[in-house]
Nanobody, 119 residues
Framework: QVQLVEAGGGLVQAGGSLRLSCTAS????????MGWFRQAPGKEREFVAG????????WYADSVKGRFTISRDNAKNTVYLQMSSLQPEDTAVYYC????????????WGQGTQVTVSS
């Protein structure tokens, strides 16, 4: 079993930056893909960014490409999301997720951290 705990959310002005972190416990996540999702009020949860287990390949939603960067430190069992040029539409609860080693589906989820961008 994997437990994920996010940190780093908060209130920031438009154009600002934040870095989210997600630390795993229970088992190592070095063999798992990791990702970030977000859910804004009244909207479905959406994919933001994903990274392979080795950290050498990542992909992004079009809405954040060029502004957000996902990375991981397997020695610390931690994945990060560096967010820059934040806009009010980035306001959401951000969730960290880890994949199932057999299916590759995002199976393990954190509790979420709130990011609010003011205009």
């Amino acid at each position: 079993q994997v437990q994920l705990v996010e940190a780093g959310g908060g209130l920031v002005q438009a154009g600002g930056s934040l870095r989210l972190s997600c630390t795993a416990s229970g088992r190592t996540v070095t063999s798992l893909g990791m990702g970030w999702f977000r859910q804004a009020p009244g909207k479905e949860r959406e994919f933001v960014a994903g990274i392979v287990r080795g950290g050498d390949n990542a992909w992004y939603a079009d809405s954040v490409k060029g502004r957000f960067t996902i990375s991981r430190d397997n020695a610390k069992n931690t994945v990060y999301l560096q967010m820059s040029s934040l806009q009010p539409e980035d306001t959401a609860v951000y969730y960290c997720a880890a994949t199932n080693i057999l299916t590759g589906a995002y199976t393990y989820w954190g509790q979420g951290t709130q990011v609010t961008v003011s205009s």
